[in-house]
């Protein structure tokens, strides 16, 4: 329960994060992220799995390079069900934030994360 805390808070502020770097991603408040992070722990947990599933074929021929495109799906259905408050300029800005999303969440994951809750 508590990892899943960190993870959200975590991914809160990596996208207002990415929202101060890059113009074409918009969130409106602190709590706007932390609700959009909420929404899309939401779609990774139901969404995810099922469109991983349908999709398998294309991401063991691209090598897994696929599931960016599939992280990408459900940032940009976060930011259609967070409406104003979060906002994605494009299919090609959510790709770009998945990507960084995911490899920014990664390295605090194992850098600071993971030592943390070891003890």
């Not at 139901?46 to 960016?68: D, M, Q, R, W, Y």
């Not at 300029?89 to 490899?103: E, H, K, M, Q, R």
């Amino acid at each position: 329960m508590i990892r899943w805390i960190i993870s959200v808070l975590v991914n809160a502020l990596l996208l207002i994060v990415i929202a101060g770097y890059f113009d074409s991603v918009h969130v409106g408040s602190v709590g706007a992220a932390i609700m959009a992070s909420l929404v899309l722990s939401i779609l990774n947990v139901i969404v995810k799995p099922v469109l991983i599933i349908l999709t398998l074929p294309v991401t063991v021929v691209t090598l897994g390079l696929f599931l960016f495109v599939i992280n990408a799906v459900t940032l940009y259905m976060t930011a259609a069900i967070m409406g104003d408050s979060f906002n994605l300029d494009g299919f090609g800005t959510a790709i770009f934030a998945s990507i960084v999303l995911s490899v920014f969440h990664l390295l605090i994951q194992k850098a600071i994360i993971e030592p943390m809750t070891r003890k």
